[in-house]
């Protein structure tokens, strides 16, 4: 027996009930032509196919790609490749699905009613959150923040040194004697310590920031001067004698490197904002607790909140 390969449709929530919204009529049953492809606000947009009557255009299949991460938004997405087809073909399935539940009258259903209106809620808050984020977070926001950051936070203080691990004081106690006696650092680490990673390089680390390591050992190496030995310090990992070997200050991260917290940052600000500003100006009234109760700061609020119920959209 054959056995039919079954596609899976992914369905995105937002074409798929911006549709049927539309076709509804705000609760007519019978969606028919264009009502579902919105013609009358596709000025410019290319038709790329037609359903039962209804078009789907070339911007439903770059936002659709965008929705299933199949591309990041904006990019280009060329009309012979594999991902345009395959996001072409998902939303002819939708459309029918959609076209065939309008068909029986299951748009006219009240819980059907109730949870297209909850969507329409949810889409057009996600649109005002986009609209504000695309206005606020700019690259050239982003930059200043940037630049505001380094300005506030100085670099700090990096050292570079060679180790030796061993496992007992007594054993520490010997390699120091060794160095003393004029043996090489590195020549001694690769023979005598037990730190795989560093021992096959003489016991070089590299540089490192203070807060890298375990703080017996940063605040032993940061005491040191440029080529001086440590006395034997203890960590969980064993015993350590360590050697100074240059000390510079800490090169800031770079711009690249801090672009997409500095835009998680500014995306979850400036959503804050928005809420507090849109409940300061409202009229609130809830029978589950005293009017007074409802003034929770807005951080407290926002800890409790479901963050999946906002899109938030990079620039």
Known sequence: MSVIPIRIIKIS???TLTGVLV???GGRGG???DDFGGARDRAGDEAIARVNGTTIY???IAREAAVQKLIRVGDPLPKGSKIYKQVLDDLVDQRLLALEAVRRGLDRDGEAKRRLQAARERILGNILVESTISQAVTDEAIRRMYDEQAKLSPPG???RARHILVKTKEDADAVIVDLKKGADFAKLAMDKSIDPGSRLEGGDLGYFSKDAMVEPFANAAFALKKGEIS???HTEFGWHVIQLQSRRKQAPPGFDEMRPRIVRFMTFDEIQKLI??????AIVE???MPNDALAIPLSEEADKSDEAHVDKANP
């Open 13 to 15: 929530l937002l074409l």
């Open 23 to 25: 076709a509804c009529g």
């Open 31 to 33: 969606g028919n032509g």
């Open 58 to 60: 070339a911007s439903d």
């Open 157 to 159: 203080d990096e050292v």
């Open 231 to 233: 006395a034997p310090v």
């Open 276 to 281: 507090s500003q849109l409940r300061m100006s």
């Open 286 to 288: 809830r029978d589950d």
